[in-house]
């Protein structure tokens, strides 16, 4: 032990396409502002290289993971999803994190909070964010959670044990709703002029537009996009006004400060050919929508597996931004491809139309997911005072 530090023992997992900290929750102070201090500490946060902490200054690694016995009795395991910010002392909380969701059902059959069944275990998970269900199928050999398998994601290298998502819970998993205005689309006016918008909440709450409203093809990169810097500012009014109707904050320009992470922001088109940001070639003919997504006012560089519920859910409300675009043949499809600057990711998506209402029968995503490092990581002393 070290005199002037403590030690919380804590692992580093990949999830999808994320990779994160996970921490149970008994490591942690039970005072939200103190836990939230020793997080932003175990990080190295505020700081954009994130040097004096574990995080990997980049949105996609910068993702906290908080396991506990289940809180209630149709789940086997609570998972606290936070992102923690690089730029600010703060941890959000506002939304759910499906790729490092992918990793909470091996952790939890691993850690010994879920019996292993071979050859494949289902997981229940609360999602403690927005109150949902995500039932995991989770392959399972000699009592673990399996790593080994022939399941390649773009964006991560490799292959890896398949790892089952249903979603289908998730609808309304922040407002209530699956369309929280009760339309198929809806405008945001920003200065002076008039976007057409879908707001959708599955998974976590989306903002869909179109590109060509945006004055964009759809196939640009997110470095492309990111350096635009009137178009981001654009992006962020119209995010920001989503915000105050998803009912996450009380002004437009608070968005970027207290939910600079939900509601996710999707540019969406229809398929086109464009080049990967790993130099590989992605053809019209082998996906259904093109989407560029932004979160933590940042272009995702893949696709979020949130994002991909959400536009699961999306294409399948008649009208919505995202059915206009999604190629005619995949609308009675029971899945959908869809186009990300790192390649192409795959959806179960299942709805039918009662009484006027799209109700999600499922919601199917595929992960793989690997624990990279357990250990424990130095805190000082002087943060939790």
């Not at 109150?131 to 392959?139: D, F, G, S, T, Y």
């Amino acid at each position: 032990m070290h005199p002037e530090m403590e030690m919380l023992k804590c692992s580093i997992v990949r999830g999808g396409t994320s990779k994160g900290v996970f921490i149970l929750k008994n490591e942690l102070p039970k005072d939200p502002e103190k836990r939230d201090e020793v997080i932003c500490a175990i990080y190295g946060s505020p700081d954009l290289r994130q040097i004096d902490g574990l995080g990997g200054a980049d949105v996609l690694t910068s993702k906290l993971a908080i396991i506990s016995p289940p809180s209630r009795p149709d789940a086997d395991v609570d998972y606290t999803f936070g992102q923690v910010s690089f730029e600010t002392k703060f941890v959000d909380y506002g939304g759910n994190c499906g790729n490092i969701s992918a990793a909470v059902g091996p952790f939890a059959i691993d850690e010994g909070f879920v019996e292993p069944v071979e050859p494949v275990t289902t997981v229940r998970i609360h999602l403690t964010n927005s109150n949902n269900i995500l039932v995991a199928e989770v392959p399972v050999k000699n009592g673990k959670a399996c790593v080994e398998g022939d399941y390649s994601i773009d964006g991560v290298p490799g292959t890896g044990a398949k790892i089952t998502l249903d979603w289908s819970d998730t609808a309304g998993a922040i407002t209530g709703k699956l369309l929280p205005t009760g339309n198929a689309k809806d405008v945001i006016s920003v200065d002076g002029k008039d976007y057409e918008v879908s707001l959708v909440d599955a998974g976590n709450p989306l903002v869909f537009i179109h590109a060509n409203s945006l004055g964009m093809s759809g196939t640009e990169s997110p470095n492309e996009i990111e350096a635009n810097k009137d178009l981001m500012a654009t992006i962020e009014k119209i995010r920001g006004r989503a915000a105050v109707i998803f009912g996450l904050v009380k002004t437009p320009e608070a968005a970027a400060i207290k939910s600079p992470y939900a509601p996710f922001f999707a540019i969406v088109s229809p398929p086109a050919d464009y080049t990967s940001i790993s130099g590989e070639k992605v053809n019209a003919e082998e996906i259904d929508i093109v989407s560029r997504l932004l979160f933590m006012l940042r272009m995702h560089k893949t696709y979020p597996v949130t994002g991909t519920v959400c536009t699961g859910a999306a294409v399948r409300v008649p009208g919505s931004i995202a059915w206009e675009v999604l190629r005619e043949e995949a609308k009675t499809r029971p899945s959908v491809n869809i186009g990300h600057p790192g390649g192409v990711i795959p959806v179960e998506s299942e709805a039918e139309v009662i009484s006027g209402e799209v109700k999600l029968k499922r919601i199917g995503v595929y992960r793989t997911a690997r624990r990279i490092m357990d250990g424990y990581v130095y805190v000082r002393k002087t943060v939790r005072k």
